[in-house]
Antibody, heavy 117, light 111 residues
C-alpha cells in the first residue's frame, strides 16, 4: 500500500524558515517523480514544486522560486521542501504527492504551515 | 483567479446525473495536455478520480466518467449518492507557465 506521511509543519513568523519532510513507503520511491501541492485555508489546490527521480530536475511555481527548495533522499525514501523567507500567503496545508503521468496519483494527509506574527 | 475555470458549485438529487465543466485555453487543455480530476472529501486529502481525460484508477466506480474536447473537459457523475458530496478539481499542464495548474474547484452538494 502506498503511504506518504508529511511532517514538519507549524507556526512560523513572516520571514522565517521551515523544512517539510515526506516519508514514502509501499512503492519504489526512486522510480517516481515527486511533488508538493498546497492548499490555503478554504481555497483550491496549487502545485508548488516537483523533482525528478534522481533529483537532477526541479521545477517550481513562480511564487516560490528563489525561496523554496525541493529535494529528495532516495536512500531514505524521503522528500523534502525547504521553505525560506516565508510570507503570510504561504499559509496552507502542504501535501506530498507521487507523480503519475502528468498527474498526482497518491497524496499524503498533509501538514499545516501557518505564517503569522 | 485559476488558470482552469470550474463552476463554484453544482447540486443534484440522489440518483441524478451531474456534470462539472473545466475550461482552459490554448496553452493547456487546448494544447493537447491531458486533464485529470480529483475528489476531495471533507477534511481529507485529494484523491485521483479520473486520469488522462477519461480513465478511472482501480477502485473508482464507473459512475464517474470524464471527457475532453477542444479547450474544455468535463466530469460526469451518474446515480448520485450522498457519499459523492465533495470538492472536485480538474488539473492539467500549462506550457506558458511551465507548470501544473488546477481549476478552482467545484463543491458538489447532494440534495
Amino acid at each position: 500500500e502506498v503511504q506518504l506521511v508529511e511532517s514538519g509543519g507549524g507556526l512560523v513568523q513572516p520571514g522565517g524558515s521551515l523544512r517539510l519532510s515526506c516519508a514514502a513507503s509501499g512503492f519504489t520511491f526512486s522510480f517516481y517523480w515527486m511533488a508538493w501541492v498546497r492548499q490555503a485555508p478554504g481555497k483550491g489546490l496549487e502545485w508548488v514544486a516537483n523533482i525528478k527521480q534522481d533529483g537532477s530536475e526541479k521545477y517550481y511555481v513562480d511564487s516560490v522560486k528563489g525561496r523554496f527548495t525541493i529535494s529528495r533522499d532516495n536512500a531514505k525514501n524521503s522528500l523534502y521542501l525547504q521553505m525560506n523567507s516565508l510570507r503570510a500567503e504561504d499559509t496552507a496545508v502542504y501535501y506530498c504527492a507521487r507523480h503519475g503521468q502528468h498527474n498526482f496519483d497518491y497524496w499524503g494527509q498533509g501538514t499545516l504551515v501557518t505564517v503569522s506574527s | 483567479q485559476s488558470v482552469l475555470t470550474q463552476p463554484p458549485s453544482v447540486s443534484g438529487a440522489p440518483g441524478q446525473r451531474v456534470t462539472i465543466s473545466c475550461t482552459g485555453s490554448s496553452s493547456n487543455i487546448g494544447a493537447g495536455y491531458d486533464v485529470h480530476w480529483y475528489q476531495q472529501l471533507p477534511g481529507t486529502a485529494p484523491k485521483l478520480l479520473i486520469y488522462d481525460n477519461s480513465n478511472r484508477p482501480s477502485g473508482v466506480p464507473d459512475r464517474f466518467s470524464g471527457s475532453k474536447s477542444g479547450t474544455s473537459a468535463s466530469l460526469a457523475i451518474t446515480g448520485l449518492q450522498a457519499e459523492d458530496e465533495a470538492d472536485y478539481y480538474c488539473q492539467s499542464y500549462d506550457s506558458s507557465l511551465s507548470g501544473y495548474v488546477f481549476g478552482g474547484g467545484t463543491k458538489l452538494t447532494v440534495l
